[in-house]
């Protein structure tokens, strides 16, 4: 028996005979759900917008019936979709894991007696949203001029003494302190003890809610010039 091609207003073109294969195959149903559920939609708000009963719509998002195309690209206009997108492959959920044995320790950026060195821990990640880093901060070695960059900036003190500049204000931090700050305002840090201190480090692009003070460190009269942690382009 011949098939017949059934057009769709996206301008895909689908046999109709393997339409009901390809649209389980998809998972039609699990899609739709995770469109309605981050939308915050009920089954009887979609049907008022599809024209679609709420009983039916449960069934198909269950896969225990298989919708038209007519019907799918009604549910597909409600958000803003077009067939493509139940059809195009699922996108991979992003994992990476960074092994510590190949990760690269790099020494502070043109600094002839480097303050610091550095790992990144994100370099694998496409399109990251942060920039996570380990440093290692060398004592009686001071680094650049205060520095800034547009967003906020994370830092753990995983060993050591450090001492962070914000602003006007310097801060003395002890290890297992934590200090989360707009790094829009110039800031500098160092290493103040006999020992080298390390720390986590994280850099993000968007900026914070509010400016907050910072608390529980202990404020220092003089504080060394700080280093600046490389951010990713």
Do not use: W
């Not at 821990?121 to 996570?132: F, K, Q």
């Amino acid at each position: 028996m011949a098939t017949r091609a059934l057009p769709d207003t996206t301008g895909i073109q689908i046999e109709s005979e393997d339409a009901e294969a390809f649209i389980t195959e998809k998972r039609i149903g699990e899609r739709i759900k995770a469109l309605r559920l981050k939308k915050s939609m009920g089954l009887v708000e979609l049907g008022r917008h599809t024209g679609l009963s709420a009983s039916f719509l449960s069934q198909l998002e269950t896969g225990r019936v298989v919708p038209t195309l007519r019907n799918l690209a009604r549910i597909a206009m409600v958000f803003s979709k077009d067939l493509n997108y139940f059809f195009e492959p699922e996108p991979r959920t992003l994992f990476r894991i960074h092994r510590g044995k190949e990760r690269v320790r790099l020494p502070q950026t043109g600094a002839d007696q480097p303050a610091y060195y550095f790992e990144s821990l994100g370099y694998m990640v496409p399109d990251r949203a942060l920039d996570p880093y380990f440093a290692e901060f060398l004592p009686g070695v001071h680094g650049g001029k205060a520095h800034q960059h547009s967003g906020c900036e994370f830092l753990y003190l995983l060993k050591g003494t450090m001492a962070i500049q914000h602003g006007a204000e310097s801060y003395q931090m002890e290890q297992g302190d934590a200090v989360y700050f707009d790094s829009n305002v110039p800031h500098s840090y160092g290493c103040v003890g006999v020992n080298s201190a390390s720390a986590l480090i994280v850099t993000m692009a968007s900026g914070p809610l509010q400016h907050l003070p910072i608390r529980n460190i202990k404020p220092r009269s003089e504080v060394p010039t700080g280093t600046d942690i490389p951010r990713a382009s």
